[in-house]
């Protein structure tokens, strides 16, 4: 069987003690940590950036699968490589240069990650999906966690697990938004790789099996 990645986001977490929410993480083997990274401008809020994830760098060796909702990201890809990032997830919606961008990222030695909103179809990322180490589809609007998942959302998921294997592409596929128990099957079943889980992952009710 294809094994599945848990990413949970650190979003959703107390900020208060990040060491004990990267503690739950590993105990629910988890294969990443989701690490939403906001600007206040690409989306409203503002969470976290370098020195807090290099602070917390030092308590676990899980991957951290940074997840940039910032305008102009190629700004800001070195120095989150050097806190930390292992994986630098940038928007479609957020810059023009993105051939460029992966193979910087590529060049500092991190895997790059591109993500598409939910009004954004697969079709806009087609060119450079052979680049990219893994695709993100956001299942909601970005910006907060606790939303509900949008449906046709995940019908990219299975877009691109075609795509993937009709011209014998790499990338991991990930999913990112109003992940629980119900919604799961869907996403697994679409073909997702990475489960990125938010609140239902720190309240208590996610049951990862997979
Ligand atoms: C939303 C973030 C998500 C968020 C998911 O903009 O990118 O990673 O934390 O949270 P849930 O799982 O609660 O939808
Ligand atoms: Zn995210």
Redesign the pocket.
């Known amino acids: 069987m294809k094994s599945r990645i848990l990413s949970p986001?650190?979003?959703?977490a107390d900020f208060s003690n990040l060491a004990e929410a990267l503690k739950l993480c590993e105990e629910k083997k988890s294969g990443a940590v989701?690490i939403?990274v906001?600007d206040g401008h690409f989306?409203p809020q503002i969470t976290y950036g370098q020195p807090v994830i290099k602070s917390v760098r030092k308590l676990t060796s899980l991957p951290f699968d940074v997840?940039l909702?910032v305008e102009r990201p190629e700004e800001m890809v070195d120095t989150f490589a050097q806190a930390g990032a292992d994986w630098i997830t940038f928007h479609q919606e957020a810059t023009v240069h993105i051939d460029r961008l992966i193979s910087h990222i590529h060049s500092l030695g991190k895997k790059a990650g591109i993500s598409i909103v939910p009004s954004t179809p697969v079709s806009a990322i087609k060119e450079i999906l052979p680049e990219v180490d893994l695709v993100l589809v956001?299942?909601?609007?970005?910006?907060?966690?606790?939303?509900k998942?949008i449906p046709y959302c995940v019908e990219k998921i299975a877009e691109l697990d075609l795509i993937r294997k009709e011209k014998n592409y790499n990338y991991l596929i990930s999913v990112?938004?109003?992940?629980?128990n119900e919604t799961l099957p869907s996403v697994l079943e679409a073909g997702v790789d990475v489960v990125?889980?938010?609140?239902?992952?720190f309240n208590g009710s996610f049951n990862w099996e997979a």
């Open positions: 986001s650190l979003l959703s989701h939403d906001m989306v997840h909702m956001m299942t909601v609007n970005p910006g907060f966690g606790g939303q998942l990112d938004g109003g992940i629980n990125v889980s938010g609140s239902a992952f």
